[in-house]
Structures are given as structure tokens and as C-alpha cells.
């Protein structure tokens, strides 16, 4: 192959959408570079007046020959990055190996290590741009003792594999002072598991290191300077001395566990008992224990059995007939009523947590109208310290019921804010596994299989708890209908990490299903798309607008159309009609510009996750920003799906579901579906702004498995009818698909099979040093000015 003509071609196809100034002379501006840009790793620069003469990006490695200890102590001083505001004298450039795509956008591929961008040309040079800082996100433990391990997640945490140099520091600020920490995985690091160390690091904190509150911090290894460092990561270093917990026994109140008898009001007592003793472990010797109402659980109080398959909880109906309804009366001993704090559920549990409580080694066989095995609520606070753990539980309740959808019952129900819970170690048969009705902070879920009772259809296996900082890691689905999902009804979903996890046999006849799903957050809340009526250097402003007063404070505007193009601020407060954001614009936006202000599944990393016979893969419905999937093997199962939506139903204030920045990295995708990029967009509304944009796919394998772009549109508003490709009421809109790359990649096709398919909608993609396997290409394409740059 060569490389095709893109020059006035690609600009005259994408100037609909990517209209920069490009009539009056600029100096370039850089407004956001797609990270992380390794050695031999394709990119997108997004900025403004890239339409110059003579641009060139220059690239700078920032060197500093300080030691880490150096480094570190200079860190704890309060000394900070400061990139050269000029290019070096020998700085670097991409030895040809870029492309200006638009007066917006630069293609490039990258040969070395690179900290600063810049972009020169004849009216000028940009500002440096820092690229390839490590983003640590969240420590496993909030509280460590002294020679304790711990793990670090995060992204881009190292640069240099052979071998991998990271340090880990502990810094104390006020005693301007850092301490080593011992990083674990050099004692088992294995070459081929290199793929994980940017994204997770293990380490053990040293013995002398005072007790107090600490930042972690993390070097990447590379004589960078604090250019290397990332963080900080808040950890609190604590002394502990053990606890033995009060601990009481069941029987000591009437239960009898031999599944005749009607053990609830025993159990309860029990509860109640070591709440009003400040606290304990309430424990269920061997035996079946009969509940016929919903057992509630006050605060710091425990229940653990001996083992899940010799300890159980049972609705037997023949026994005592299980209650419809949440107790009414109080819960009430000593002093404090806890009934108050057990908020009124869609349908009875078995047993109802509300905050530091723990269930452990229990066995629960839930039956209608039992509709969880285990629910955690709260009035009024969030649900926290909540851990569910080697448990063993069967949910029959079925959630679709006289045609109404129950989406609440499973096998275990989170329902609200919950903060630090945990679910480990669980066996989960039922329609559902988790369902978490809401959002979650710092929580896990970690080491749970799923199987469904009563076939497939309706099941949504695993659950997670997910929000932010959520841990999801080494659960299996197998059999359920779909495997792990948020929904829309969530919000923020935001540096979580997905590890280890697997969905095996998935999906339905009846219809399609996810094993990874992202859906759509943000739905029925505040957002808006629109163009800004005035932009300052921090702010947005749209009088036609009355938003409630911080109604988008923490959501994300993002540029994506016009002046401004690529580049994203968090808001940090909001008036009825102008937005404040936490940081100054690259390039102010203006008039022409589009913006969407919403939430997004934004930076969270797939890590090594896996599907076989599934119908789903990993799959980001609308609004996904700066994702990464690295690792992930689909064998017999659909793959990637990046699954952009242009609906702007009023009813639910949703504006404007684009997917940009997105990564695929050294994934698997064997005899089933690929990658797909779709976008989905309004037939009554049409928007110059790309859907799907500057998504990158790299190093990755296609054997009998497509890589595809897609473009349909909707009827109307409130329809997702589709219509059929080709249809005259599209029009001529501008691309809904734009420059997204397909890198370094394998494909392995029988001669005549569906290889590389690109939508008429689709312009300006990147198709570089592809490998056919000795085969011949099958690449279908349809779009505007792609860009094939072959081995």
C-alpha cells in the first residue's frame, strides 16, 4: 500500500466540522494531545493554527541527572515541574512521521521518549504541552501499618520496561521529608506481564516510617526529573494493635438452626443485643436457620457463620411464610431506636444492612418474596463500610414479574451513595448477582462468580459497585444474559480499574447483550450542548440558560466543535447562566464553537478482562472519555464497541453522547467481533460536531474478527427506531466519525472475510503499519480521506 493524498482532500472534506481561523494568521496552540505517547506509539495533536506554513511538532526530553532519593527530598521541599517555556537548542522532531490532517488536528507517530510538545511554524511556536506524566488514581488501603503490602492503580505509572525502574515514595509535607517505599514487583516481575506495570504497582511500606497522614507519590523510573513524578495519592500510615471484638453466639438467644423453626426473632435479638453492647460478632454455628421477615442488622454489628455451606439462612415458606413487607416495628433496646435508620425498600430482604457491617461465611437460600439475599440502604447517608464476604447465596426471585421490570432484585443489593463497601469471595446464583442502585466511592468487588437460576434472559450477572476509585477484580459471570454494567441512572463513573474479570457463555436468543457495559451516564440530570453566547479564558457563558445554581459543578465541558477543539475543563461552579471552570482554556472557545457540559465514563482502565462465547464485549454507550482497555481477549464474543449517541430528548436532558479519546491496547480479538465505532445521530438535528473522535487502537490482533465504522441515524427524539443504511432523509451531513487510528495491528482473514469496513461517514482515520498476515488486504473503504501508512 502507500500512503494516500490527504492535503486539500482531508481539508475540504472535514472543514464542515473542524473550521479553525484559518483566514487569520496564528501562532499554534496545543490543545490537547491523546496520551499516553510511548515509543513507536501513533498520536492526535488538537490545537489551532496547524493550517500555517511550514509546521513541524517538536518534541523535548526533559533530563535531570538527580538521583531519586534527590528527586524525592527535592519533591518533599515543595519544588515543583516547570517545563521550558522554549524548545531546547537540540530538540527533536517526529523525523517526518506526521501528518497535518486540518487546520486542527496533527497526526504523528513517535520514535524515542518524549515529556514536551510543542508545534512551530512560521507565524510562531506553541506554548509547551507536558505529555506522559504518571496519573496515579487510589491506593488499595487508606490505612497502612509499617511493612505492610499495598497496591498502587493508576495509568501511564511507567515508561521503561526492560527492566522497570519505578519508586514509590511517602511524603510528609510539614516535615518536608520523603521515604522509600519497597516496590513488590521486582521480586516477581516476569517480561510478559510488563502490560500491567503502568497500571498497577505492589509495594511495602517501611518499617520506620512515623504514623501520620502521607502523599504517595510515583516515579516513573526515567532520568526526567520530577517530570516523572505523579501524584499525590492520600495513604495514612497507622500502628495497630489487635482487637478481639465481642463476640456472641446465636443459640445464647433461642435459635435453633435446625431448619423446623423459626429463627428470625433469635437472630435479631442477637443483632440488637451487640449493638447495645457497642459493637461485635453475632455468630450462626453449623445449622439452617429459618427467616420468615427481613432481619435487620444495626450499625458495628457483624454476623458470621462457620463456613457458607454449613451455616445457611433459608426462606422456607413450609416452615414460616416469609413477610411481603420491612418490619415496622422498632428495633430498639437499650437506648437507640436503629429502626430509624432502615430507609423503605421496593421489596423485603432477607438480611438489611446499613453501615460497618460485615457479613461473612453465610450460606442464604432467598426465595419470593425474598427479592435480595443481602440489602444495604441508608436514610439519609451514604452506605459505608458495608463488606459482604465468602458467602455462598441462591436468589430465585425473578425481576420480571406480571410484565413489570424489577431491576432491584438480586442476590445482593446496594441501593444509594455507597463508600468503601466490599463484596469478596461470593458464590452468587440467582436472576441477578449485585444490583447497585446508585454510585460508589473506594469500593470492591473482588473475587465473586455469578451463574444465573432459571435461564439467561433479564439476568445482569455480576453488577459492580462502581463511582469512583472502585476496584473490580477477578470475578467471573457465567451463563447470565449480561456480566457487568452500570447504568444510566449513575453518576460520575470515573478511574475505576476493571482487572482479571471473565464472562463466559453470555447473552440470550432473545437479544443482544454486554459483558462490559458503560451506559450512558448522566441521563435525567443537568447538562447542556450548545454554543457558548461568551467565553472568557475560564469561563462559558449562555444567556439563554437557567441552570440551578452548581447543578454541573464536577462535570466535564469539552470542545467539540470550532475554536477550542479537543480540549476539556472540569467545572467548578455554575451560575443560571455562566460556567466556571478549574483551569484557563489552551484556546478560548467562541461563538462558533459547540461544547458539551455533562459527566462522562471517563478514565477508567480494562485491565486483562476477558470474554468467551459471550454476545457482548466491552462496550461504552455515550459519553466515554479517555478510556483504556488493555489486554482484553474476546474469543467468540463481540470485542470493542465504542457506541456514540446524538439524542437530545429534553425529558431526559440528555444532550450529547460523544465518545473521543478512547484506547484499545494489545487486545485479542479471535473469531468473533472486533472493534466498532458507531455513531448514532438525529435525523431532525443535525451538528457539525463528531461523535466519535481521536480513538486509538494499537498493537492489537484481528484473526477473523472486523474492524469497523458505522453511522446510523434516529428518527426523533424519544425513537430509536433505525434507519436503514443509505436512506435519502440522511442528507449530507459531515462525518459522525473522525480521525480515530487503527495502529501496529495484525489481521489474520480468510481471503474475501470482513476486515476493515469504513462508513461514508467516517473521514480523516488512520490506518498505520498494519500487518495482513502475507495476505491480501481487505479493506473496505467508503469514508473521506483516509490515511493508509503501510510497514
Given at each position: 500500500m502507500k500512503p494516500r493524498g490527504i492535503g486539500l482532500c482531508l481539508a475540504a472534506a472535514l472543514v464542515a466540522f473542524a473550521a479553525g481561523r484559518q483566514g487569520q494568521a496564528e501562532a499554534p496552540v496545543i490543545n490537547y494531545v491523546t496520551q499516553p505517547v510511548r515509543h513507536w506509539e501513533t498520536f492526535f495533536l488538537f490545537g489551532e493554527g496547524?493550517?500555517?506554513?511550514?509546521?513541524?511538532?517538536?518534541?523535548?526530553?526533559?533530563?535531570?541527572?538527580?538521583?531519586?532519593?534527590?528527586?524525592?527530598?527535592?519533591?518533599?521541599?515543595?519544588?515543583?515541574?516547570?517545563?521550558?517555556?522554549?524548545?531546547?537548542?537540540?530538540?527533536?522532531?517526529?523525523?517526518?512521521?506526521?501528518?497535518?490532517?486540518?487546520?486542527?488536528?496533527?497526526?504523528?507517530?513517535?520514535?524515542?521518549?518524549?515529556?514536551?510538545?510543542?508545534?512551530?511554524?512560521?507565524?510562531?511556536?506553541?506554548?509547551?504541552?507536558?505529555?506522559?506524566?504518571?496519573?496515579?488514581?487510589?491506593?488499595?488501603?487508606?490505612?497502612?501499618?509499617?511493612?505492610?503490602?499495598?497496591?498502587?492503580?493508576?495509568?501511564?505509572?511507567?515508561?521503561?520496561?526492560?527492566?522497570?525502574?519505578?519508586?514509590?515514595?511517602?511524603?510528609?509535607?510539614?516535615?518536608?521529608?520523603?521515604?522509600?517505599?519497597?516496590?513488590?514487583?521486582?521480586?516477581?516481575?516476569?517480561?510478559?506481564?510488563?502490560?500491567?506495570?503502568?497500571?498497577?504497582?505492589?509495594?511495602?511500606?517501611?518499617?520506620?516510617?512515623?504514623?501520620?497522614?502521607?502523599?504517595?507519590?510515583?516515579?516513573?523510573?526515567?532520568?526526567?526529573?520530577?517530570?516523572?513524578?505523579?501524584?499525590?495519592?492520600?495513604?495514612?500510615?497507622?500502628?495497630t494493635q489487635p482487637v478481639s471484638a465481642r463476640r456472641s453466639d446465636v443459640r445464647d438467644f433461642g435459635a435453633k438452626g435446625d431448619g423446623r423453626s423459626d429463627d428470625t426473632a433469635a437472630i435479631e435479638a442477637a443483632a440488637l443485643a451487640a449493638a447495645d453492647a457497642g459493637g461485635g460478632i453475632v455468630f450462626l454455628p453449623q445449622g439452617d436457620y429459618v427467616v420468615s421477615r427481613t432481619v435487620r442488622v444495626p450499625p458495628g454489628v457483624d454476623l458470621?457463620?462457620?463456613?457458607?455451606?454449613?451455616?445457611?439462612?433459608?426462606?422456607?415458606?413450609?416452615?414460616?411464610?416469609?413477610?411481603?413487607?420491612?418490619?415496622?416495628?422498632?428495633?430498639?433496646?437499650?437506648?437507640?431506636?436503629?429502626?430509624?435508620?432502615?430507609?423503605?425498600?421496593?421489596?423485603?430482604?432477607?438480611?438489611?444492612?446499613?453501615?460497618?457491617?460485615?457479613v461473612e461465611n453465610l450460606g442464604f437460600v432467598a426465595a419470593e418474596p425474598a427479592q435480595w439475599a443481602v440489602a444495604a440502604a441508608r436514610i439519609k447517608d451514604p452506605v459505608e463500610r458495608v463488606v459482604v464476604r465468602n458467602c455462598d447465596i441462591v436468589n430465585s426471585h425473578a425481576p420480571w414479574v406480571s410484565g413489570k421490570w424489577r431491576p432491584g432484585t438480586a442476590c445482593i443489593g446496594i441501593v444509594g451513595y455507597a463508600r468503601f463497601c466490599e463484596i469478596r469471595g461470593c458464590s452468587l446464583r440467582g436472576m441477578n448477582g449485585i444490583g447497585h442502585v446508585g454510585t460508589g466511592h473506594k469500593c470492591r468487588t473482588i473475587g465473586n462468580t455469578f451463574s444465573p437460576v432459571g435461564g439467561s434472559f433479564g439476568t445482569t450477572g455480576?453488577?459492580?459497585?462502581?463511582?469512583?476509585?472502585?476496584?473490580?477484580?477477578?470475578?467471573?459471570?457465567?451463563?447470565?444474559?449480561?456480566?457487568?454494567?452500570?447504568?444510566?441512572?449513575?453518576?460520575?463513573?470515573?478511574?475505576?480499574?476493571?482487572?482479571?474479570?471473565?464472562?463466559?457463555?453470555?447473552?440470550?436468543?432473545?437479544?443482544?447483550?454486554?459483558?462490559?457495559?458503560?451506559?450512558?451516564?448522566?441521563?435525567?440530570?443537568?447538562?447542556?450542548?450548545?454554543?457558548?453566547?461568551?467565553?472568557?479564558?475560564?469561563?462559558?457563558?449562555?444567556?439563554?440558560?437557567?441552570?440551578?445554581?452548581?447543578?454541573?459543578?464536577?462535570?466535564?465541558?469539552?470542545?467539540?466543535?470550532?475554536?477550542?477543539?479537543?480540549?476539556?475543563?472540569?467545572?467548578?461552579?455554575?451560575?443560571?447562566?455562566?460556567?466556571?471552570?478549574?483551569?484557563?482554556w489552551a484556546a478560548q472557545p467562541d461563538k462558533a464553537s459547540l461544547v458539551v457540559v455533562r459527566s462522562f465514563f471517563m478514565q477508567n482502565v480494562l485491565l486483562n478482562d476477558y470474554c468467551r462465547d459471550a454476545v457482548g464485549g466491552v462496550d461504552f454507550y455515550g459519553g466515554a472519555l479517555e478510556n483504556t482497555v488493555e489486554r482484553f481477549v474476546g474469543l467468540r464474543s463481540r470485542g470493542v464497541w465504542w457506541y456514540a449517541a446524538h439524542v437530545a430528548d429534553p425529558a431526559q436532558r440528555l444532550p450529547f453522547g460523544p465518545c473521543w479519546f478512547n484506547d484499545a491496547r494489545n487486545c485479542r480479538f479471535l473469531d468473533g467481533g472486533g472493534v466498532e465505532l458507531e455513531a448514532a445521530r438525529r435525523t431532525d438535528m443535525p451538528t457539525p460536531a463528531p461523535l466519535l473522535c481521536g480513538n486509538r487502537v494499537q498493537h492489537s490482533e484481528f484473526r477473523h474478527s472486523p474492524y469497523a465504522?458505522?453511522?446510523?441515524?434516529?428518527?426523533?427524539?424519544?425513537?430509536?427506531?433505525?434507519?436503514?443504511?443509505?436512506?435519502?432523509?440522511?442528507?449530507?451531513?459531515?462525518?459522525?466519525?473522525?480521525?480515530?487510528?487503527?495502529?501496529?495491528?495484525?489481521?489474520?482473514?480468510?481471503?474475501?472475510?470482513?476486515?476493515?469496513?469504513?462508513?461514508?461517514?467516517?473521514?480523516?482515520?488512520?490506518?498505520?503499519?498494519?500487518?495482513?498476515?502475507?495476505?491480501?488486504?481487505?479493506?473496505?473503504?467508503?469514508?473521506?480521506?483516509?490515511?493508509?501508512?503501510?510497514?
Open positions: 496547524f493550517g500555517a506554513k511550514n509546521v513541524k511538532v517538536l518534541r523535548g526530553e526533559v533530563r535531570d541527572e538527580r538521583s531519586p532519593e534527590q528527586l524525592a527530598q527535592a519533591l518533599a521541599g515543595g519544588e515543583a515541574f516547570a517545563p521550558p517555556v522554549a524548545p531546547p537548542e537540540k530538540v527533536g522532531d517526529l523525523y517526518g512521521r506526521q501528518y497535518v490532517l486540518s487546520p486542527q488536528v496533527i497526526g504523528g507517530k513517535l520514535q524515542g521518549g518524549v515529556q514536551v510538545f510543542w508545534v512551530k511554524s512560521d507565524e510562531g511556536i506553541s506554548q509547551p504541552y507536558v505529555v506522559n506524566r504518571p496519573e496515579p488514581f487510589f491506593a488499595e488501603f487508606d490505612e497502612v501499618a509499617p511493612g505492610q503490602e499495598c497496591r498502587l492503580f493508576g495509568r501511564n505509572m511507567l515508561q521503561a520496561f526492560y527492566p522497570p525502574t519505578p519508586s514509590l515514595w511517602l511524603i510528609d509535607r510539614a516535615a518536608r521529608r520523603a521515604y522509600a517505599c519497597e516496590w513488590g514487583n521486582r521480586y516477581d516481575y516476569q517480561g510478559h506481564l510488563d502490560y500491567q506495570l503502568p497500571y498497577e504497582l505492589r509495594f511495602k511500606v517501611p518499617e520506620a516510617v512515623p504514623d501520620g497522614a502521607y502523599e504517595l507519590w510515583v516515579h516513573n523510573g526515567l532520568k526526567t526529573g520530577l517530570h516523572g513524578f505523579g501524584g499525590p495519592v492520600p495513604l495514612a500510615v497507622k500502628r458470621e457463620g462457620f463456613r457458607a455451606s454449613l451455616s445457611r439462612l433459608l426462606v422456607k415458606p413450609e416452615v414460616a411464610p416469609f413477610s411481603a413487607d420491612l418490619p415496622k416495628e422498632p428495633l430498639k433496646g437499650k437506648g437507640e431506636d436503629w429502626a430509624r435508620l432502615f430507609r423503605r425498600l421496593e421489596g423485603p430482604p432477607m438480611v438489611y444492612l446499613v453501615a460497618n457491617s460485615r455480576m453488577g459492580w459497585m462502581i463511582g469512583t476509585h472502585c476496584l473490580v477484580e477477578g470475578n467471573l459471570c457465567d451463563g447470565s444474559n449480561r456480566g457487568f454494567t452500570c447504568g444510566p441512572w449513575m453518576g460520575p463513573i470515573e478511574r475505576n480499574v476493571i482487572a482479571r474479570n471473565g464472562v463466559v457463555n453470555g447473552g440470550s436468543i432473545e437479544g443482544g447483550a454486554e459483558s462490559f457495559l458503560f451506559e450512558g451516564p448522566d441521563v435525567g440530570r443537568e447538562n447542556w450542548f450548545g454554543s457558548p453566547s461568551a467565553a472568557g479564558a475560564d469561563w462559558l457563558e449562555q444567556a439563554d440558560q437557567k441552570w440551578k445554581p452548581d447543578a454541573l459543578k464536577g462535570r466535564v465541558a469539552l470542545v467539540v466543535h470550532g475554536r477550542g477543539l479537543g480540549q476539556w475543563r472540569r467545572v467548578a461552579a455554575n451560575t443560571e447562566s455562566r460556567v466556571a471552570l478549574t483551569e484557563p465504522t458505522n453511522s446510523k441515524m434516529l428518527w426523533s427524539l424519544k425513537q430509536t427506531s433505525w434507519l436503514p443504511y443509505g436512506d435519502a432523509r440522511r442528507g449530507s451531513p459531515p462525518p459522525a466519525i473522525a480521525w480515530n487510528i487503527l495502529d501496529s495491528s495484525t489481521l489474520d482473514l480468510y481471503p474475501g472475510e470482513r476486515g476493515i469496513g469504513l462508513d461514508p461517514e467516517t473521514a480523516g482515520q488512520l490506518l498505520w503499519h498494519l500487518n495482513w498476515s502475507g495476505r491480501q488486504a481487505q479493506l473496505d473503504d467508503k469514508a473521506a480521506a483516509t490515511l493508509t501508512v503501510p510497514q
